[in-house]
Every structure is written in structure tokens, then in C-alpha cells.
């Protein structure tokens, strides 16, 4: 099961993205909340939901949660 994380600062669509720990792209992130463990990217975009309302999946990483 992979961890996540929710970035903390907004995409200029307003959208916190969600990434695996290992994505490229979050390791580029100055910022993050840690979601935890889950089985897929659709229960860490719903953890993230607790923190931000706009959410979206990383299109390189949770790409069947990247709707934007």
C-alpha cells in the first residue's frame, strides 16, 4: 500500500494535489500534510478532502484520481 500526501499549497486551478510519497513531483513539494496509508489513490483524495475541498489526484502518480 502506498503513503500519501496532500500538497498544502494550491495549483493555480486552486486544486491541492495528492501524490505517493515516491512521486518525483512530491519531492518538490515545500509543504505537504500526510495522508497515511491506502489502498489507492481514491481513499487519499478522500482523507485530503478533510483538509481541503478542492482536491485532485498527481496526473503522474494517482492518474485514476487526476480528473483536472
Do not use: F
Not at 496532500?6 to 515545500?30: L, M, P, R
Not at 500526510?34 to 494517482?62: F, M
Amino acid at each position: 500500500m502506498p503513503h500519501y500526501l496532500v500538497n498544502d499549497n494550491a495549483q493555480s486551478g486552486g486544486e491541492h494535489e495528492v501524490h505517493e510519497t515516491t512521486c518525483s513531483w512530491a519531492k518538490q513539494i515545500k509543504s505537504s500534510t500526510p495522508l497515511g496509508w491506502h489502498a489507492s489513490c481514491h481513499g487519499a483524495v478522500q482523507a485530503a478532502r478533510k483538509h481541503y475541498s478542492n482536491v485532485d489526484g498527481c496526473k503522474h502518480c494517482c492518474e485514476a484520481c487526476h480528473t483536472r
